[in-house]
């Protein structure tokens, strides 16, 4: 955070029109069933609206490159403004971003059923992004559509299938409402089961592609393993496409500082929308924000009544086990920490932060 923190104050003082913010992206957002919540970096170039996500390693190498930029400024160099390819602040438009993931769940697949929907795309902060069109069509050794007619194709129990061959088509019919911003070169991306490879449609430039793509997977004898993620695991199926840059406007006159107000108003005018379209789940919203501010200060408090204790005890230290435990959230009681002090009065040994 206080790298990000700094990062917007040199692109505020270098007058770079940029803004950083941290972004927790989860497994399902990265195109992953399952795995840990990544903490990345959000650009956002305030004139335009456009956006870049950036891991961990580049958001620090950009940042060293972006303190070495504004030394110079500061030292008074001419040249502390670098050209556009080598200038940290810049990305460019042209490369493709993602707008977001759909979940598809291929469970019919285990009863040789057909499966026809729209599903939601969401991205990393599970807002929809637009639909995607998707259908999967059980097939016969010949390639024939199984339907209802084929008895011989009817499962009763998804464990039937083990030892059998199972043949299907996968198509991605299209996609409609995607950001208006988001529509060129927009293509799907998918890696499914234990391809080695992933599977992608064609590009469209529109906001609602009808790519109509299709591909047949074929499995010579269906395994426990394949039974099992064709019943838990959901197929994530990527949208990508590139960021239209817009015309210029009048905001290219303002500074970042002026750029970075007015972002935030119409921040909060969205917000005050959202109350009036939908007062409930903005009250859900707001408990919980509500919620997490009461835990941070039942916290702070904790730590208050820890350290003034042990002032009042004599004591020039507090153990750093007893500030672990109070900032672990499933051991957050008082009571609990006072045993962990008592055990630390025992254990002079133990590592210890010193009370100012």
């Not at 707001?286 to 835990?295: D, P, S, T």
Request: charged share 25%; glycine share 4%.
């Amino acid at each position: 955070m206080p790298m990000v923190n700094e990062v917007n104050a040199i692109s505020e003082e270098l007058d770079k029109k940029k803004h950083f913010e941290i972004a927790l992206v989860s497994p399902q957002a990265r195109g992953l069933s399952a795995g840990r919540t990544l903490v990345m970096v959000k650009m956002s170039d305030l004139v335009h609206g456009n956006f870049w996500m950036w891991d961990r390693n580049k958001f620090i190498n950009r940042k060293y490159k972006m303190v070495e930029m504004y030394q110079n400024f500061v030292d008074g160099d001419p040249e502390w403004d670098l050209p556009q390819n080598i200038d940290p602040f810049y990305e460019d438009v042209d490369d493709h971003v993602l707008i977001g993931q759909s979940q598809v769940h291929l469970k019919c697949l285990a009863y040789y059923i057909g499966f026809e929907e729209s599903v939601i795309i969401t991205d990393y902060e599970a807002r929809e992004r637009g639909f995607l069109q998707v259908e999967i069509i059980p097939l016969k050794e010949n390639g024939e559509p199984i339907g209802d007619e084929d008895d011989d194709y009817f499962i009763e129990d998804p464990s039937e299938l083990v030892g059998k061959a199972l043949k299907y088509k996968f198509q991605i019919v299209g996609a409609k409402g995607l950001p208006p911003k988001i529509t060129d070169d927009v293509y799907c991306e998918f890696t499914m089961y234990l391809d080695e490879s992933p599977s992608r449609t064609g590009s469209l430039t529109s906001r609602n592609p009808d790519w109509n793509w299709s591909k047949i997977f074929t499995h010579s004898a269906v395994t426990e393993q394949l039974l099992t993620y064709l019943n838990d695991e959901p197929l994530i199926v990527k949208v990508w496409g590139k960021q239209r840059l817009g015309s210029v406007s009048s905001a290219q006159n303002l500074t970042t500082k002026q750029l970075k107000t007015i972002n935030e108003k119409e921040k909060i005018s969205n917000f005050m929308k959202k109350v009036a379209r939908n007062p409930s789940s903005v009250s859900l919203d707001l408990a919980v924000a509500l919620r997490k501010v009461e835990l941070m200060l039942n916290m702070i408090n904790q730590v208050k009544e820890v350290v003034t204790s042990a002032k009042q005890e004599g004591h020039s230290t507090v153990s750093i086990a007893s500030l672990d435990a109070i900032l672990t959230p499933e051991n957050t009681k008082l009571e609990e920490v006072s045993n962990v002090i008592n055990f630390e009065k025992d254990n002079p040994n133990s590592q210890v932060c010193t009370v100012q």
